[in-house]
T-cell receptor
Framework: QQQVKQSPQSLIVQKGGIPIINCAYENTAFDYFPWYQQFPGKGPALLIAIRPDVSEKKEGRFTISFNKSAKQFSLHIMDSQPGDSATYFCAASYGNKLVFGAGTILRVKS | GAVVSQHPSWVICKSGTSVKIECRSLDFQATTMFWYRQFPKQSLMLMATSNEGSKATYEQGVEKDKFLINHASLTLSTLTVTSAHPEDSSFYIC????????????FGAGSRLTVL
């Protein structure tokens, strides 16, 4: 129930493409769903986050889509750039608990 | 914005020695800090949650006596890996919460531990 399942494990897109990363959860107690971006040898940095009362949130080129009934959420990166190449983690939290997905390694080819 | 500093960023030690990693919130008071461990190409696994002035809460399977956590002030938490062995080699990352919950976390840059 504490798990957050993330897919795909890795993703390669051309510059300008729109990579989509999907996550699913079971525990309905989760009330906050952040996405983190991590570069090699660095800690994760918050990218964008959403609460379950909202179906979509957009910040710059990053969009989260949230489907509460399906318990799924996804990250879309518009007009992807080589600098977006990183590992992306979805997460879910409630109270003091923050659970991470397994991560998606994204490579954007120039 | 909120900044969390971790030190050292990397450390190499001999098997059997102890290593201390510091996590500091630079511009805010962190009532709660979290310690994670990350193996190469894997996700972050929560090791323990520390609240200022009280004992840390460890996740299942994490040895309390091996990974000592101290959160003596609102801006500093330390993780000490005692009697380190090669299998303890990993990337250790701390995060800090201003609110006390896990909703708004700022992560440190991580500390790479290599035990020879």
């Amino acid at each position: 129930q504490q798990q957050v399942k993330q897919s795909p494990q890795s993703l390669i897109v051309q510059k300008g493409g729109i990579p989509i990363i999907n996550c699913a959860y079971e525990n309905t107690a989760f009330d906050y769903f952040p996405w983190y971006q991590q570069f090699p040898g660095k800690g994760p940095a918050l990218l964008i986050a959403i609460r379950p009362d909202v179906s979509e949130k957009k910040e710059g080129r990053f969009t989260i889509s949230f489907n509460k009934s399906a318990k799924q959420f996804s990250l879309h990166i518009m007009d992807s750039q080589p600098g977006d190449s990183a590992t992306y983690f979805c997460a879910a939290s409630y109270g003091n608990k923050l659970v991470f997905g397994a991560g998606t390694i994204l490579r954007v080819k120039s | 914005g909120a900044v969390v500093s971790q030190h050292p960023s990397w450390v190499i030690c001999k098997s059997g020695t102890s290593v201390k990693i510091e996590c500091r919130s630079l511009d805010f008071q962190a009532t709660t800090m979290f310690w994670y461990r990350q193996f190469p190409k894997q996700s972050l696994m929560l090791m323990a949650t520390s609240n200022e002035g009280s004992k840390a809460t460890y996740e299942q399977g994490v040895e309390k006596d091996k990974f000592l956590i101290n959160h003596a002030s609102l801006t500093l938490s330390t993780l000490t890996v005692t009697s380190a062995h090669p299998e303890d080699s990993s990337f250790y990352i701390c995060s800090a919460s201003q609110s006390g919950g896990a909703n708004v976390l700022t992560f440190g840059a991580g500390s790479r531990l290599t035990v020879l």
